[in-house]
């Protein structure tokens, strides 16, 4: 038949699969994290995720992390030093390309940087 079949179930019932969605990202998130760790990769603090949490950039945090000045960041990934500092105080966003070769400067993923 060409009509569609209606059914009502309870709005707990409909959010389920969604909030399922959500913890399946938190465990993926969990297993990269022990991965790296098991990997010999050092992880972010819990110090460095509350600054990214209470609003402080992410690039910065990062940056910081590894050690680097803006300077030695904006020569590791190939950009200028303005273009570290607008991002990282709001100013800017980053084209997709920028935010490309700072991640993979700074050996995290682009999402890392997108908070």
């Known amino acids: 038949t060409g009509t569609a079949e209606m059914v009502t179930i309870p709005r707990e019932e409909y959010e389920r699969p969604r909030a399922c969605a959500e913890d399946l990202d938190d465990l993926q998130a969990y297993d990269r994290v022990r991965a790296e760790l098991a990997a010999g990769k050092k992880s972010l603090s819990g110090r460095d ?60 993923a682009i999402d890392d940087l997108t908070a």
């Not at 950009?79 to 050996?107: M, P």
């Open 49 to 108: 995720v509350e600054r990214i949490l209470n609003g402080e950039s992410p690039l910065r945090v990062y940056r910081d992390f590894r050690g680097l000045t803006p300077a030695e960041l904006a020569q590791k990934a190939a950009v200028s030093r303005v273009t570290v500092a607008e991002i990282e105080i709001g100013r800017k966003h980053g084209s997709a390309a920028t935010l490309r070769k700072l991640a993979d400067a700074l050996g995290v």
